[in-house]
């Protein structure tokens, strides 16, 4: 593993819980759209089977919260929405996140 | 809830155990992450429409869920390029490839073949009759692509237009697969046997993959809703397109089969509105036709062809089969080229699109003095089909003619015909066309002034040639000039190509002229007039084409070639002013009138003032548009504004009504005449059975005069041909002038030619025995008319060579054919030619009298 690859594993890393926060901002969403959707985020290259541990840790530190409800044409669905906790931290992770990509671009101007 | 299998639960379970402490060390909770997941294998699963959870299934959702770990381990793992993105060609797989191949690319090039030949529609049915199938059909391949492509990683558009789109294609593509379920097998044989045949199948393969396409792109993207819209799109589109069909089916059955008037009468103004034409057309061939029809028909009463045909013209005024109309529908080929069931009868029958009219000549020769002319008009027929059919052709003689010449060509032979009864001479042509298949001709009178000729077989890929003779009065409307009209051609069974023109050439001994730019004067010999021209066929039916010729008024006579020693004198005597007690105008309300209104009301508001006059409308109902009165400016000024009112000028008139009116108005008073105004009726509406008895019944019934405002078939007119009192006018101008040129024979005195047979030396010119056969065509007419043994006139008219309402002319090809037939085989003596025996005699004389003046003048140079 080189390098670059490292880098994009620490990014990886950090990104895919502000992800999971993003999409759930303002909006409840069912477990399985957002799993789709997450997964299908270029870049990411996130598989189901990773998201479900991550969304139980997230509920598990209060960050998002559950309800399941009664489907008449499948199984019963799983929806998730944030929690006040959560919508707090995602406040402070996006302007922390900004603040870090303005710096960044800062740099890159410079040394272009 | 979905069952799971205990295979499917133990998969799932050792799965669970596997990563229960990765889950744990992460900070997850284990058993949520396993009931997350269960709760995923179970909607993947209920997306697929399965009901029971298998292990098979277990193993490959939870591989490609991801390897049993937790978010440490995934982190670890190498990332793909980010430009993977959904729909990307490096998603493409042999799946997308299958799906869009005959899920996009088959049904759209079926659509495509078929929209440009037709090539269902003529052999089973028409899948796509009009733009809106054709629009309806094509959402099936671009609904497809749309749902192939966003199962390679994602919806390239909204989610509900997506599901909309997958449901249109889905319920379309159902209605069309049912269509041609009976035709698939087909399909299947075809494959087997020679390797292609895919397009019956088009339809089905379309469904296969839209549905297919529907569950992939459920998983790539999630529930996509658009049930309604979809299959509410759907619907509506196929009602939209099949409305038009199914209402005029609709209309047609009440139309016809309504047992009241009323409802009949808005079903015809209902289908003259909204009513489609194709449908109407395709049931006029008895052809269910197009897609619609295929299920809707049988809710319907079903019309008869014959009924159909029938409304048909009411509604448009046209015939169902008319030339100009042959060629789009041959292209959904609903013409068949072998029309049996007319082959050999009396009717026309419709345009066989391979028999065309490959050249046509007429040679006349006008005798001025003599006030006649003889015409030969030479016909070849070509045949391009695969079958040998038979040229029909009804002809307009100029009036008061007869056909005294019918001449076939069998390989390079002429052979004549034979005149005599025209049930014998038809007999004998049934006999050899239609039963042996040989070559006869057969010519019959079909109406006053019209004849029918039956050339039978034209070979296929081969020719026939014949010819006919007409022997015909000039029109004397001036004391030192005669006119003519051209024969034309009412109504056929052949095509006349755009490029297909009839040379005519015409002589005379007096100066002939012609309105027609297209005629050219020639001057061919010292003494002799000559016109030449290349006419189109609306050209030689047209009143511009008469001719003019110059005359003296003189006796003639013509030695009479049946009876020896006798002769046919014509002098023409001064008949004062034929006043009618009272003049019917009965004016067809037909669509084809509609241009001959305007001029026709203008020469009606220029009547001579004080005739009894009354005027009819012929439309949808008889309309007495002038009750009768003695006509002053007044009344012909409303009477010509009634007739230039254009609504009344719709579809199909029935005109026999409007005539009974007529005859029922003009019946009580003797000395009255009907003229009746009309355009081409091609179908009959009612039968003229009502009129024919009513003259038939009542003596000094009123005489009827037919003034046809444009050449066409007339239905009407052949049924009451026969009797004496039908009467056509002669189109030798504008409408108006013709209208005033009748008029005016009922207030000043006309000329008239009178001839009678001598037995004794004539006195003044001798003209050709063509005379002598206009005697015996009026003879024969007044025979017939004055008693009920026809065998007489018939006699008359065989022996002086005259076709006629009780003789007909028949070529046959052998003489045994005429034995069989107990018909007498036609000798050369008395056949008439172009120029005359008797003009050939002149010619001589001339050329000898020259000789003898350039010998003169010799011997005179000589002696000086």
Redesign the interface.
């Known amino acids: 593993m080189g390098a670059f690859d490292n880098w994009i594993v620490q990014v990886r890393k950090g990104v895919l819980e502000l992800c999971i926060l993003n999409a759930l901002a303002g909006r409840e969403c069912y477990g399985y759209d957002l799993v789709r959707m997450l997964s299908a985020v270029p870049g990411l290259d996130v598989t189901e089977g990773t998201l479900y541990p991550l969304l139980s840790r997230l509920r598990v530190q209060g960050l998002v919260q559950t309800r399941l409800e009664e489907s008449p044409d499948g199984p019963a669905r799983k929806y998730y929405a944030l929690s006040a906790e959560g919508r707090r931290n995602l406040r402070l992770m996006n302007r922390y996140l900004d603040q870090l990509v303005s710096g960044c671009n800062q740099i890159r101007g410079k040394e272009d | 809830?979905?069952a799971w299998t205990p295979e499917a639960r133990e998969e799932f379970d050792a799965y669970g155990r596997q990563?229960r402490p990765?889950?744990e060390a992460?900070?997850?909770?284990p058993e949520?992450?396993c009931a997350?997941?269960r709760?995923?294998i179970?909607?993947e699963q209920?997306?697929k429409g399965e009901q029971l959870v298998t292990a098979p299934a277990v193993r490959e959702i939870?591989l490609?869920?991801?390897?049993?770990?937790?978010?440490a381990a995934?982190?670890?793992?190498?990332?793909?390029p980010?430009?993977?993105?959904?729909g990307d060609p490096q998603e493409f797989g042999s799946y997308h490839i299958a799906s869009i191949l005959f899920g996009v690319i088959l049904p759209l090039g079926t659509i495509l073949i078929e929209a440009f030949t037709h090539m269902c529609a003529e052999e089973f049915f028409d899948p796509i009759p009009s733009w809106r199938h054709l629009l309806m059909v094509t959402l099936v391949p671009i609904g497809n692509l749309l749902v192939i492509l966003s199962t390679g990683?994602?919806c390239i558009v909204p989610r509900r237009l997506l599901g909309a789109a997958s449901w249109l294609a889905i319920v379309i593509s159902a209605y069309y697969s049912l269509l041609f379920l009976p035709i698939a097998p087909l399909g299947v044989i075809m494959i087997i046997a020679y390797g292609w045949g895919l397009l019956p199948l088009a339809p089905l393969f379309s469904f296969i993959v839209a549905i297919m396409a529907r569950r992939r792109a459920r998983l790539a993207?999630?529930p996509l809703g658009g049930f309604v819209y979809g299959v509410g799109l759907a619907v509506a589109l196929l009602v939209a397109a099949d409305i038009p069909t199914v209402m005029t089916q609709s209309a047609m059955g009440r139309a016809v089969l309504s047992p009241d008037e009323s409802t009949r009468a808005r079903a015809i103004q209902f289908l003259r509105k909204h009513g489609s034409r194709t449908v109407m057309e395709r049931e006029c061939y008895g052809r269910s036709g197009d897609v619609t029809a295929l299920w809707s028909r049988p809710f319907f009463m079903p019309v008869e062809t014959a009924n159909a045909r029938r409304l048909y013209y009411r509604v448009t005024g046209e015939h169902y089969a008319r030339p100009d109309a042959v060629r789009e529908w041959i292209s959904r080929g609903d013409i068949f080229d072998f029309d049996a069931d007319v082959a050999g009868g009396e009717l026309v029958g419709p345009v066989q699109k391979r028999l065309a009219l490959a050249s046509s000549r007429l040679d006349g020769s006008l005798a001025a003095d003599g006030a006649f002319g003889y015409l030969e008009w030479t016909m070849e027929f070509r045949n391009k089909g695969e079958w040998e059919t038979e040229a029909r052709a009804q002809l307009a003689l100029p009036a008061g003619g007869a056909v005294t010449r019918l001449t076939l060509w069998v390989g390079d032979r002429e052979r004549e015909a034979v005149f005599a009864g025209k049930a014998e001479t038809t007999r004998a042509y049934q006999q050899v066309a239609v039963r042996e298949r040989r070559d006869p001709v057969l010519v019959t009178t079909c109406g006053p002034d019209q004849v029918l000729m039956r050339c039978s077989p034209v070979p296929a890929h081969g020719k026939m040639k014949a010819r006919i003779g007409i022997t015909f009065p000039l029109l004397i409307d001036k004391p030192d000039g005669a006119a003519m009209a051209f024969p034309r051609i009412l109504d056929r069974n052949f095509e006349i190509g755009a490029d297909m023109k009839h040379a005519v050439w015409v002589e005379s001994r007096r100066a002939i002229q012609c309105k027609l730019a297209a005629m050219k004067p020639e001057n061919p010999k010292p003494g002799l007039f000559a016109l030449r021209g290349q006419l189109a066929d609306a050209e030689l039916g047209a009143p511009d084409a008469a001719l003019m010729v110059q005359r003296d008024n003189v006796q003639v006579w013509s030695p009479d070639p049946v009876t020896t020693g006798s002769a046919i004198v014509q002098r023409i005597e001064t008949r004062p002013a034929n006043t009618p007690s009272m003049a019917i105008l009965v004016i067809d309300g037909s669509a084809a009138m509609r241009d001959a209104a305007a001029p026709l009301a203008d020469a009606i508001a220029r009547l001579p003032e004080g005739i009894p006059m009354a005027a009819i409308m012929a439309g949808d109902k008889p309309d007495i548009i002038q009750p009768p009165d003695t006509m002053n400016k007044t009344l012909l000024g409303k009477v010509a504004e009634e007739i230039k009112k254009e609504w009344c000028y719709t579809g199909g008139a029935d005109n026999v009504p409007a005539l009974m009116l007529a005859w029922d108005i003009a019946a009580g008073r003797p000395g009255s005449v009907i003229v009746w105004i009309h355009g081409p009726q091609p179908i009959e509406l009612s039968p003229a059975a009502r009129l024919i008895q009513a003259w038939e019944r009542r003596p000094g019934a009123p005489r009827l005069l037919s003034l046809a405002a444009m050449p066409g078939g007339n239905r009407l007119l052949e049924e009451l041909g026969d009797r004496p009192e039908v009467e056509t006018v002669p189109r030798l101008g504008a409408i108006g002038d013709d209208m005033q040129r009748l008029a005016g024979r009922w207030i000043n005195p006309s000329p008239i030619l009178v001839r009678e047979r001598i037995d004794r030396v004539a006195q003044g010119e001798e003209v050709s025995s063509h005379l002598a056969r206009l005697w015996a065509l009026g003879e024969a007419r007044r025979l017939a008319a004055n008693s009920k043994d026809r065998r007489p006139a018939l006699e008359l008219a065989a022996n002086y060579r005259l076709v006629t309402p009780l003789t007909g002319a028949v070529v046959l090809e052998t003489d045994a054919q005429y034995q069989q037939n107990n018909l007498k085989a036609p000798v050369a003596v008395g056949i008439p030619t172009v120029p005359e025996p008797g003009d050939w005699a002149l010619i001589a004389l001339c050329l000898g009298a020259l000789a003898i003046a350039w010998f003169r003048l010799r011997e005179k140079r000589c002696a000086a």
């Open positions: 809830m979905l990563i990765r889950l992460e900070g997850a909770d949520e992450v997350d997941l709760r995923h179970e909607q209920s997306v939870l490609r869920l991801g390897e049993p770990e937790a978010l995934w982190a670890e793992q190498p990332p793909n980010i430009a993977q993105k959904p990683g994602g993207c999630g």
